[in-house]
């Protein structure tokens, strides 16, 4: 299995580049912070354990990646190995294993600069060890040290995971009592367990309470509130009448111009100074909790919302950074079929959970371990969507491996034990990747019809656009100047410094359905390598939309040097 997922790690490697993203500056940032050991443009948003490893990485963007892809091998294997203990089934945990590790959702992670993979991994290891504390009976001290620390590094990898100090607690008192340990002991196992968990978890409140006076995992909770109350902002109290005048034009437009409120709160109220960002933040908080207790049921309706994207939503990260563009578009149409059959392991999850909880109810034995593993999934779940309103399936990604794994194991013990041996159950699973790569291969035929449309009407926007700048249209007077300048915006300058053209490659073209900050429609991101006489070597990315004619007119249009991102490491970070 390891040797597998290797080669694919490799090949991944080898045509794919690593991906950026949006919070990828901040924690670039943050262990510039840490390197310099100068805060003063620190606001306490990210937790420290991603900035760590990408410090510890030399600031090196490939580096990172290679670390991350590293870590989906360890917990492809940690999954493995708990499925073998759990159902003592090698062929079991061999399929489990290769499930999430070919998967193209940790894949891309993997390639992406963002703390998933790291909180994915050291959750993985806290459940490892349990299990290892469960199955084996390695109830010592210092398996009660080893899980509290795994516990305090996944928190400040990703706060939202600080309830799972107090579910370990009681699970480890139910452990130790099963067992008849010494109350004593007992008492002794615990401490060092809290002192593990909580000491490191304090210690960074008590660093972000003297760096940006905020006593505090994050100073992000009052934005991720406000977001959630933004929908019902007219009802805010009179004292915030400032920030509600300011939210609500910014949440119409939003509306109007994508169909949702998300990220209308940061939109309206984000700024990066930290002596603005942490008090705002406070007040927003104060407010949020007011608006929360004096209309549960309007927040109840965000938080179902925020549910839904959590278990339903498409990541925003997308496997777009394939040099080949045969590549580029298979690998992209096998995201989007991955994306539809992931809903049959969710909905699976909840049907054995709420048979996991009619056992437990009826007084039935039900595995520990798995009760466990349910717990930690629901728990996030519910926790993240009460905190988080835009982009919630980001915080979906390391609960994957343990959604595998309750769902395969329960309905391992559901199969009779006399099939369990049997070689039948073996047959459907070439029949389902043969039917698996016809649909792909399907979906990637249908998928060229939209693509060539759009690629050629991005050349033929192009081409006006090189004829526009030959003639310095992009300003007034100029018959075209309104046009381009409503579609490219601030980019223009890019554009107009660059100089003349002189080579243009097509390089791919990526489709989709659903951009942030955009209403649904069919899109296609159309790149190409391009050299003016200024710039030099450039990416020339333009967004082609098809309108509901038909016809794909050109909605976006961005120029960005080559290695913007990376050369050893991201070369160029936001500015305060």
């Keep these: 299995m390891v040797a597998v997922l290797v080669a694919v790690r490799v090949g991944f490697w080898a045509t794919s580049a690593t991906i950026p993203f949006n919070d990828t500056w901040d924690y670039w940032n943050n262990a510039r912070f840490f390197r310099d050991l100068n805060f003063a443009n620190y606001d306490g948003v990210r937790a420290p354990a991603y900035p760590l490893l990408v410090l510890a990485c030399g600031l090196d963007g490939n580096i990172v990646r290679i670390v991350q892809h590293t870590m989906g091998v360890a917990i492809a294997s940690m999954l493995f190995w708990i499925v073998y203990r759990s159902a003592r089934s090698w062929p079991l945990a061999f399929t489990t294993g290769l499930l999430y590790g070919l998967s193209l959702r940790p894949l891309v992670y993997e390639s992406t600069l ?276 835009e982009e919630n399936n980001r915080m979906y990604s390391p609960s994957y491996p343990l959604v595998l794994y309750f769902v395969i194991v329960s309905a391992w013990r559901y199969i009779p034990a006399t099939f369990r041996t049997s070689k039948w159950k073996w047959i459907p699973v070439p029949i389902f990747v043969l039917l698996l790569i016809v649909a792909v291969a399907g979906y990637h035929s249908w998928e060229q019809t939209l693509e060539s449309p759009a690629i050629s009407a991005a050349d033929d926007w192009l081409k006006a656009i090189d004829e526009c700048a030959a003639h310095r249209c992009w300003e007034p007077p100029n018959d075209h100047a309104e046009r381009f300048r409503d579609v490219v915006g601030a980019t223009t300058l890019n554009r107009k410094t660059a100089g003349r053209l002189q080579s243009r490659r097509f390089k791919l073209a990526r489709y989709d359905t659903e951009l942030t900050f955009r209403p649904p429609a069919r899109y296609v991101y159309v790149e190409f390598d391009s050299t003016f006489e200024k710039a030099g070597s450039v990416q020339e990315i333009v967004l082609a939309m098809q309108g509901n004619n038909g016809q794909w007119s050109t909605v976006g249009y961005s120029v960005a040097p080559l290695d913007q991102y990376f050369s050893g490491g991201i070369t160029l970070p936001r500015q305060w």
């Excluded at 002991?185 to 002192?195: C, N, V």
């Excluded at 009052?222 to 910014?250: M, N, Q």
């Excluded at 009760?371 to 779940?381: F, H, K, N, P, R």
């Design 114 to 389: 963002l703390s998933e993979t790291l909180c994915t991994f050291l959750l993985m290891l806290a459940v490892a060890i349990f299990a290892r504390m469960a199955f084996d009976g390695k109830i010592g001290r210092v398996h009660h040290a080893l899980l509290g620390a795994a516990i305090a590094l996944t928190t400040l990898c990703r706060p939202m995971y600080l309830f799972i100090a107090p579910l370990f607690f009681v699970l480890l008192i139910t452990e130790d009592r099963s067992r008849d340990v010494d109350s004593r002991e007992t008492i002794r196992r615990l401490a060092l367990f809290a002192a593990f968990s909580v000491i490191p978890m304090l210690g960074w409140c008590a660093f972000n309470l003297k760096t940006v006076g905020y006593f505090g995992l994050s100073t992000q909770l009052g934005f991720d509130l406000t977001d959630h109350c933004v929908p019902f902002i007219e009802l805010a109290p009179a004292r915030y009448a400032l920030i509600r005048d300011h939210v609500i034009p910014v949440r119409n437009d939003m509306i109007a111009a994508t169909g949702t409120s998300e990220y209308a709160g940061f939109r309206a109220l984000w700024s990066p100074v930290p002596s603005y960002y942490v008090p705002m933040s406070r007040e927003l908080a104060r407010m949020a909790f007011q608006m929360i207790v004096e209309h549960p049921i309007l927040y109840g309706e965000t938080v179902v919302h925020s549910l839904r994207g959590f278990w339903t939503g498409v990541p925003a990260q997308r496997p777009v950074a394939f040099g080949n563009p045969v590549l580029a578009a298979w690998i992209w149409s096998a995201w989007r079929m991955e994306q539809l059959l992931l809903a049959i392991p969710n909905i699976a999850f909840f049907i054995f959970a709420a048979l996991a909880l009619s056992q437990l109810i009826q007084g039935k034995r039900t595995p520990r371990f798995a009760l466990a593993i349910m717990s930690i999934v629901i728990g996030a779940s519910l926790i993240s969507s009460m905190v988080e309103y």
